[in-house]
């Protein structure tokens, strides 16, 4: 069944006028759901219960529930097991770094892509989440950040599964989140990340919305590429480029590329080499992320010398970079792997 949160305004409007309901409680309902953050419909107290009780019967919020959660030993990472309408559970974490507080949603019920090292690509693929079921995600930590006075800064949809394999509704939910006459987060406030479906990253620069791209490449090599994130095979580093130079062409906005640090395999001088090739004429940041260890993948992370070293030859090559920190590894906060822990554990 559809909840309230897979309409959009015009659909609301839609259902209440086939109600019989006035025009401007479409807007009124709209702003509890995504200005108060309610989720239920006893707090929409201007609304005659009449029509609280037609929308209860008529329509639910399917919100999703916590089916396991974990905080990091500083209490600044959440992660949450979100349990779905029909019991399948994706993850969504919260982490709070100074004033940020960002949530990191999923889009996929697992994943088709299955790269080597990730626990969400390990799982394989289950189904696409709704829109709804993507904004959901988000408003379960601003109404948990509301209770604290604190509130909801950015989004990346970077948990798990391809957001660009599920485009339209990921689309969606941004929408949703950048609504002004809603939640109101600002477009530079969202991150999409992507393993490369190069079509689709075109079809993404064409829709005028200014929220950052964030490439998972972590190789630039296609030999090497192959091996690491299979759907290069498919969409190889010339096209996934050109994609790239299509997108900051159009938006006029800096592309982040995401590299996991895999000692021995991705850290060497010619991968920094080749990637800082790759990046010339191109607006472009690169994250380095030493790899989260994943039990069906034998890769490590280098050590801190091996990450400084690389680092130090993207600076020799004037590549833009940052060394992120794996905040929460302690809590598993690699994609997919609370939900593969649970999995192993067994689940109803
Ligand atoms: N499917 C999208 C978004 C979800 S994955 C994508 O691949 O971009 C989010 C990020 O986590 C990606 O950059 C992915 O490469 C990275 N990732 C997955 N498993 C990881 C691991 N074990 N260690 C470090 N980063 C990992
Ligand atoms: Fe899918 Fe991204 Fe994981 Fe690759 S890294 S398997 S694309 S979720």
Redesign the pocket.
């Known amino acids: 069944m559809k909840s309230l949160y897979d309409l959009d305004f015009p659909a609301l409007q839609a259902l209440l006028a086939g109600w019989g309901v006035p025009t401007y409680r479409a807007r009124q309902v709209w702003e509890w759901l995504y200005v108060h953050l309610a989720d239920s419909f006893d707090q929409m107290t201007n609304l005659p219960l009449p029509l609280r009780e037609k929308l209860a019967s008529g329509i639910g919020f399917a919100l999703p529930s916590v089916a396991a959660s974990q905080t990091s030993a500083d209490g600044q990472t959440q992660k949450d097991l979100l349990r779905l309408s029909d019991g399948e559970t994706v993850e969504a974490v919260l982490m709070r770094y100074d004033q940020r507080r960002t949530a990191c949603i999923s889009t996929q019920v697992g994943?088709a892509?299955g790269?080597a090292?990730?626990?969400?690509g390990q799982a394989g693929f289950r189904r696409n989440l709704s829109a709804g079921e993507i904004v959901a995600q988000t408003l379960h930590f601003a109404r948990h950040l509301k209770q604290e006075n604190d509130r909801l800064t950015n989004v990346v949809?970077?948990?798990?599964?391809?957001?660009l394999l599920n485009y339209d509704a990921s689309l969606e939910a941004v929408r949703r989140m950048v609504d002004p006459q809603g939640f109101r987060l600002g477009q530079r406030h969202i991150t999409l990340?992507?393993?490369g479906i190069a079509p689709a990253i075109r079809r993404l620069a064409d829709e005028e919305i200014q929220i950052t791209l964030?490439v998972?490449l972590?190789a630039a090599t296609d030999e090497l590429r192959d091996t690491l994130v299979p759907i290069n095979r498919r969409y190889p580093l010339s096209e996934l480029f050109a994609a790239c130079h299509h997108y900051g062409e159009r938006t006029g906005r800096r592309i982040s590329f995401?590299w996991?640090l895999i000692d021995g395999i991705n850290d060497t001088p010619q991968q920094a080499q080749a990637l800082a090739a790759r990046l010339v004429g191109l607006h472009a940041h690169v994250n380095l992320?030493p790899?989260?260890?994943?039990p069906a993948y034998a890769g490590q992370p280098p050590n801190a010398d091996g990450v400084a070293a690389f680092a130090a030859q993207l600076e020799r090559h004037h590549v833009s970079y940052t060394v992120r920190v794996r905040r929460g590894i302690e809590i598993q906060a690699?994609?997919g792997q609370l939900r593969q822990r649970k999995a192993e554990k067994g689940r109803p």
């Open positions: 994943c892509i790269c090292f990730c626990a969400t949809l970077m948990g798990m599964g391809e957001p990340s992507t393993v964030a998972s972590h995401e996991a992320i790899l989260n260890p994943t690699g994609c």
